[in-house]
């Protein structure tokens, strides 16, 4: 998604005064030892098919906000490759620690990676008829300018952004079977 | 391509832009071949709809020939002549399978600016802010549509353009707003508003039993067009007590539903509307409610008010007490365009109703600037306008 700094600008100083008492009423993302956020959305596709999207290296990178590339390095370890918010490129390498087909997708940050952090995907059963609830989750530990500043080295975004705009990318590409993309691309 | 642009409140021009490309497997471009301007565009054109850059294409009424498709879309070929509905919808969500394809959760990239004011995202729009997408508008020679799989509608037989073009917005529009009020035979109903919207709302009114329609504008011709067009009682609202009146109209019981076709801009003398007057300007309420208030005054008991006109922010000194002590079902939103587009395309071809007479004035994409101030300041007797690129 390409949107130019004015438009969101605009777009901001428009969303400021109406969002203020949602953001009011929002819990903090970051506490005094790390920064998190989850997010949930309903997509109407089958626990198995949601789940094995989401854990497909050549397919996660699709739709979470500043993943370039995976690389499957083996025993569970990939190497997650993020634009970075100054575009420059960062590499993390991450270990899977949980993958249930269907269920749940797990990982955390290997002891080589620069910060210690992880997320996960969480997929249950939504109401009949609806498809599944998945819930992102992700996290930074350490004190929490530390955490915070981890996560705009890798997004240049809050937690709570990443997790959403991640997720709604996620449902789109598995709903509709693409991304919306805006002309302002061209611009 | 020559496009008509936003480049600020009241400043409309018509530039040389880069043609549209295909982006999406599920995309098609359009070559435009009749396109209008909507009310709603004034929102912008009054600078009252955040999230415009200059050098946005706008526009969101527009039909066309197909002239590129992506390898997603199966059921439209290169040739074929479509009417492109206004939301951007996917088809596979579920307020798209519902049917309520305006509420569309997958078509707006930007929806995290909507998100942080509403609190929730609807449906991406054709030239209408980066809010709603970023997407380049249909007032041009040719556009870009997402999703061309479940939007635009073939037309197969020889109607005119003018005929079909206002399925992409105003006749669904109308129509749902008489459709939502549940209307039965022997019913009364009062709309506000004989612009396109409330012309369109008048007709399916009568269309769907109403034995009586009452129509309320302020500008002259409109309210000709009401009576002419539509076969509406039109009324000044200066002229009357519009709550008393519409009693008077209804043997003491208010009319059985109330449409809104005027929204967040509406205009009155009270002392109250030009308080929402200086509130608005100063930014502490956005929009002029007017039209509300009076309609849940005037509204009979247990009846049903129908919001067609576009509110985008908070309004102050709802008469709620009046709404909850009446029983009053409240029932709005933006259009869900594709449901209707078959049902009204055939009711076109029966003839139930021909909307290429609200037409008043046509000219080229080129005129867009002197067409839009035309449109906006009631002028010449405009009541819509058509361009051809």
Known sequence: MIISSKAIAIGAAAAAGLGLLALALRKKDVTSDRARASRTVTIRRDAGDVQRTFRDPDLLPQFFRGLEAIETLGDGRQRWIFSGSAHRAMAVEIDVVDDVDGQRFEWKTASTAPF?????????????????????????EGPAAKAQAAFHRLFGASPAQIAMESLRSFKALMEAGEIPVSDAVLA | MRAVTWQGTHKISVENVPDPQLLNRRDAIVKITSTAICGSDLHFYDGRMPGFEKGDIVGHEFMGEVIEIGDGVTNLEVGDRVVVPFPISCGACEPCVRGETSLCDNSNPNAYLVEAAYGYSPAALYGYSHLFGGYAGGQ????????????????????????VLFLSDILPTGYQAAEQCGIKPGDVIAVWGCGPVGLFAIKSAYLLGAAKVI???????RREKARTFGGAIAVDPKDVNVVEFLKEQTGGRGPDACIDAVGMESHATSA??????????????????????????ACGKGGTISLAGVYTGYVDMIPMGTAFGKGL?????????????????????????????????????????????TFHDHADGCEKVVMTP
């Not at chain 1, 997320?119 to 992700?138: D, H, I, M, T, Y």
């Not at chain 2, 129509?215 to 011709?221: K, N, S, T």
Request: net charge negative; hydrophobic share 40%; glycine share 8%.
């Open chain 2, 140 to 163: 041009a020679e040719y556009a870009r549509v997402p999703f061309a799989d479940f939007g635009p509608i073939k037309i197969e037989s020889n109607l005119s353009d003018e005929k």
């Open chain 2, 329 to 373: 079902t409240f029932k709005m939103g933006q259009t869900n365009v594709h449901k209707y587009l078959r049902p009204l395309l055939e009711r076109i071809e029966r003839g139930d109703l021909d909307p290429a007479a609200i037409v008043t004035h046509r000219c080229s994409l080129e005129d867009a600037p002197a067409a839009y101030k």
């Open chain 2, 272 to 297: 109250l509307a030009a308080l929402d007057e200086i509130k608005q300007f100063a930014k502490v309420e956005q929009d002029r409610p007017h039209v509300l208030r009076e309609m849940i005054q």
């Open chain 1, 116 to 140: 210690s952090g992880g997320g996960s995907l969480s997929v249950v059963p939504a109401p009949e008829g609806r498809g599944v609830q998945a819930r992102l989750a992700l996290h930074v």
């Open chain 2, 215 to 221: 129509a309320f504008d302020h500008v002259g011709y």
